[in-house]
């Protein structure tokens, strides 16, 4: 952990409060990396991300109002496997490989029949996108 990690954290904060008076009603977007955007307390960092600072400070304009979707990177293996939920992770992985090629998939992680009980902690959704489909935009 870094004190440079903690301060940027708050001044994407801040710089969302500056910004947000001026989004018209409904259209805000953020974009941020996947420890950015984990809304449980202490998976990946010992502080509080920007989405969980936007989803649980009270003076936050959309508190209790933030929805975290992750993507699903192939050579972020390490960080899933902390996961206990990492076998269920690869075994939907690997369905959406054989039943979706070159297609990018949304995946629900929430729900009272989920079997990700701890990724559904820190994000509602994952993105799947083929790995060849990829490839072939990323060019």
Avoid at 31 to 37: K, N, R, W
Avoid at 90 to 105: A, G, L, Q, S, T
Wanted: hydrophobic share 35%; proline share 4%; charged share 30%.
């Amino acid at each position: 952990r870094t004190d440079g990690w903690i301060d940027r954290e708050e001044r994407m904060y801040d710089n969302f409060l500056v910004d947000q008076p001026f989004l018209r009603k409904g259209a805000c977007y953020g974009q941020f990396g996947a420890f950015h955007a984990q809304l449980a307390e202490g998976i990946s960092w010992d502080f509080p991300t920007i989405a969980r600072k936007l989803n649980q400070r009270s003076n936050s304009p959309v508190q209790g109002k933030v929805m975290a979707i992750t993507r699903y990177l192939r050579d972020f293996s390490s960080e899933y496997e902390r996961w206990s939920d990492n076998t269920e992770l690869k075994d939907m992985v690997k369905f959406i490989e054989k039943c979706y090629p070159n297609r990018v998939v949304l995946c629900r992680l929430v729900g009272s029949d989920t079997p990700f009980k701890e990724m559904s902690k820190a994000f509602q959704y994952m993105i799947y996108i083929d790995e060849d489909l990829e490839e072939i935009q990323c060019r």
